[in-house]
């Protein structure tokens, strides 16, 4: 796209060139045109107007006079196209300047993509993980809990049944046991 506008930028620029040298061309000549004539009326005194002459001359200075009517209508349309075309030229810059700005704008986004879903799934993970640890500690704590009943209603069960299963002694008694720590 840039290429594309680039290009039609150019091809105005050019046409505005051409347009702007035309119209001085025509500047120039309807300047010479003026000099000229002033310099025929004011340097000839045979200038002055005679009754079969004058005829003529007012023809031709009325003839003269369409075609500076003319030439003055075509420097208003052009001036006219000029405007339009820089009008237009203005435009497109801004609209190029816009989309160029908004461009690295997401560019800067696309950039950071990674970064804000790592932040977001970090946060989101976060409480999940305090969960999963306190569902883990709960469930050593029933494990525990699970052991100490089984183990009570071991005991219990062997009183009622009179098996004659083997005593170990108490803890705190003269036998002491090894100790594994916090395991």
Known sequence: MTDYSQTNVSDVQAEVARLREELQMRDSLVQQLSQELFRLVKGN????PQPEVSERHLTEVRALREQLKGV???VTFYQE???D???EIFQ???SVQELTDRSRMLEQVVQELPKIYRQKFAERLAPIKEKVSQIQRENRQLHAELQSVSYRLAVRTRRQ????LPSFPRPGG???LP???NA
């Open 92 to 94: 497109l810059r801004q």
């Open 85 to 87: 075309r820089d009008t």
């Open 72 to 74: 003055e209508q075509q």
């Open 179 to 181: 100790s594994f720590g």
């Open 45 to 48: 005194a045979d200038f002055l």
């Open 174 to 176: 003269d036998i002491a």
């Open 161 to 164: 049944t009179h098996l004659d």
């Open 81 to 83: 196209q000029i405007s």
